[in-house]
């Protein structure tokens, strides 16, 4: 309690001094930004400790230098090298019993470790639900019964996902009840074996799209079951697309949700798919999440509450973007930032007709991969367009529920925390959605999946735009071709369609001398 009356009006970069972080999935995409952040802005900290799978051949130190070494850590190794060995590998696994972690290191972290951020999850929407209840529900009941024993634990952050209520229209900052009880679908998964389970599952997950969004909603409420007297606190980010500003606009690393499926589109092999135009689209950059991850296990230490706070950090209230903004701001940079070697003119659209938007899958996306293959295999090339159409194709229907549906997630408790920050910590740890401008966020996101995954030197970008500009002309060209084929065969078949063609080149031809 002395800590707590201590740290009450403490600024958040001072709360983190000479206390150690545990971090479960640093490798991730977000637990990347969160290492990183707290070096940068918290440089009083003392030790962060990540937990790391050893790999096949490679120990977790091997592991915890690659990481350092990436992208990220730039301005860190340049300016402030010496935080980076504060990062200290645990070795341990997510799915293993007590995490995999030796007695020794889990002495440690009892003894050493005050804020838990739990951020490991398969983040699979179509994971098998047996594999996802042993990674995202036994997983966080591990580190539940880890923490349970930590002597001077303040602060537990759980990262959920906004759309673990995807069966709900209006989702408020609070858990809500469940039809399954957590423990009784562990159950099932360790009695049943894989199968079973599979059969099982379109029961169990009810009117929610996958497994992924089902097990975080049942990982909360044991969270609510078993937490006890532990300071745990939820944050609910949407859809988690490139950084916004730190440590570097556009920062991206993973092809997941719609990364992907954009780097596609810009090749030009990806041209339709479904989704509504007028529904919200509910997109995060990823330094917001963490920067709000950070202030809320500053809040839950300084403000102990008898129930878990809950944080849904969405962009929808406060700074909505339409599907149709955001597809036609995605194409706009796409065309200004083009990649290299593009196969078509980048281009494309939201379709609302399942039955047109498979028309169009398979004559825009399919057919040419057939014939692109066919002559990869004519040159002796591996034939490896269809593949990946196939790997597209599977990505988009795990996204069309969720760019045909909207919600409103309710963000009271993001906004009062946004108002209990200082001004220096409200400008250090931004989470205001307000300030992202959408078009400028954008264009950074197209540089930054240029850049960061398909690992393109930006000096190749007059060269690309030359390319794109002339795939411009050629598609038009086409275009022209397949107008004048279908009006030749109409002219051939129709004495109206070529009266009807005659008056309109009449027309053309007038406006023309009038305007000469």
Not at 166 to 186: F, G, M, N, Q
Not at 447 to 472: M, Q
């Amino acid at each position: 309690m002395s800590t707590m009356t201590a740290t009450q009006h403490t600024s958040v970069k001072d709360f983190y001094r000479d206390r150690s972080i545990f971090i479960t999935g640093a490798t991730g995409f977000m637990g990347k930004v969160l290492v990183e952040k707290l070096l940068r802005s918290c440089p009083g900290i003392k030790n962060i400790y990540v937990l790391m799978r050893p790999k096949k051949g490679q120990e977790v130190q091997q592991r915890l230098r690659e990481l350092l070494n990436a992208p990220l850590f730039d301005k860190l190794r340049r300016y402030r090298p010496h935080e980076l060995s504060k990062v200290i590998p645990v070795a341990g696994d997510i799915t293993e019993h007590e995490l995999g972690i030796s007695e020794a290191d889990q002495n440690m972290l009892i003894r050493y470790v005050s804020i838990v951020f739990h951020s490991a999850a398969t983040v699979k929407f179509d994971e098998a639900l047996k594999l996802s209840v042993t990674i995202n529900m036994v997983g966080t009941k591990q580190l539940l019964n880890l923490c349970h024993r930590m002597d001077n634990l303040e602060a537990l952050v759980h990262v959920s996902t906004a759309y673990c209520n995807c069966d709900r229209t209006d989702v408020a900052e609070e858990i809500y009840p469940l039809s399954a009880e957590p423990e009784h679908v562990i159950a099932l998964t360790k009695v049943m074996d894989a199968r079973m389970v599979d059969d099982i599952t379109p029961t169990l997950i009810g009117r929610r799209p996958n497994t992924y969004t089902f097990t975080k909603a049942l990982t909360e409420r044991m969270l609510q079951s078993e937490t006890g007297y532990l300071p745990v606190t939820i944050v609910r980010p949407s859809i988690v697309l490139s950084s916004l500003k730190e440590p570097v606009a556009g920062w991206v690393d993973n092809w997941n949700g719609p990364t992907g499926i954009i780097a596609a589109a810009g090749k030009g092999f990806f041209r339709t798919m479904l989704c509504y135009e007028d529904k919200i689209a509910d997109l995060v950059p990823v330094d917001i999440v963490i920067n709000l991850m950070i202030c809320a296990a500053w809040r839950t230490a300084t403000n102990r509450t008898k129930t878990i706070p809950v944080y849904n950090c969405c962009t929808g209230r406060q700074n909505p973007i339409t599907w149709k903004k955001f597809v036609d701001l995605i194409f706009k940079y796409t065309r200004m930032h083009p990649p290299n070697d593009v196969i078509w003119y980048p281009g494309g659209q939201c379709r609302t007709s399942t039955v047109m938007n498979s028309l169009c899958r398979l004559f825009q996306h399919m057919l040419p991969a057939h014939i692109l293959d066919f002559v990869l295999r004519l040159k002796g090339k591996p034939s490896i367009m269809v593949g990946i159409q196939t790997k597209l194709h599977k990505a988009t229907q795990c996204l069309e529920y969720f760019s045909t549906n909207e919600w409103n997630f309710s963000d009271d408790n993001v906004r009062l925390l946004g108002e209990q920050l200082s001004p220096e910590d409200r400008q250090t740890f931004m989470f205001d959605v307000r300030e992202i401008d959408w078009p400028s966020y954008l264009e950074h996101y197209i540089l930054g999946i240029r850049h960061f995954i398909l690992k393109e030197n930006p000096d190749t970008l007059p060269a690309a735009r030359s390319h794109v500009r002339k795939l411009y002309w050629i598609q038009k060209v086409v275009q022209m071709g397949i107008l004048v084929a279908v009006l030749r065969f109409l002219l051939l078949r129709s004495s109206i369609a070529r009266t009807a063609f005659f008056s309109l080149l009449s027309i053309v031809l007038r406006v023309c001398r009038m305007i000469v």
